[in-house]
């Protein structure tokens, strides 16, 4: 029977198995969503001055200059750290 839990981020248990080797749970069988409580919006923003205006712009920027595109440290499996990886990624 899976163990009843709530988490803020209940997609993390099924994102850690491709991240961690070795897992003290089996993400897939140990929990199971029965039920969103919330959501939250991932907002890509750059500074009004920054010359790319256009996702397609801030790509070929980035590609440009790679030892200079960074994002700031996050959570292994984070939304946003996924979502970064998912972009560089695309990108690629």
């Known amino acids: 029977m899976a163990t009843p839990c709530c988490s803020p981020r209940p997609g993390r248990w099924?994102?850690?198995?491709?991240?961690?080797?070795?897992?003290?749970?089996?993400?897939?069988?140990?929990y199971a969503t029965i039920g969103g409580i919330s959501t939250f919006p991932m907002v890509l923003a750059v500074h009004p001055s920054f010359p790319a205006k256009t996702v397609?712009?801030?790509?070929?920027?980035?590609r440009q200059n790679r030892a200079r595109s960074t994002t700031p440290p996050a959570v292994p499996a984070s939304p946003r750290t996924m979502s970064m990886?998912?972009?560089?990624?695309?990108?690629?």
């Open 14 to 30: 099924r994102v850690n198995q491709g991240v961690y080797d070795k897992l003290p749970y089996d993400p897939i069988k140990d």
């Open 56 to 62: 397609a712009e801030l790509v070929a920027l980035a």
């Open 85 to 92: 990886e998912l972009l560089s990624l695309a990108a690629a």
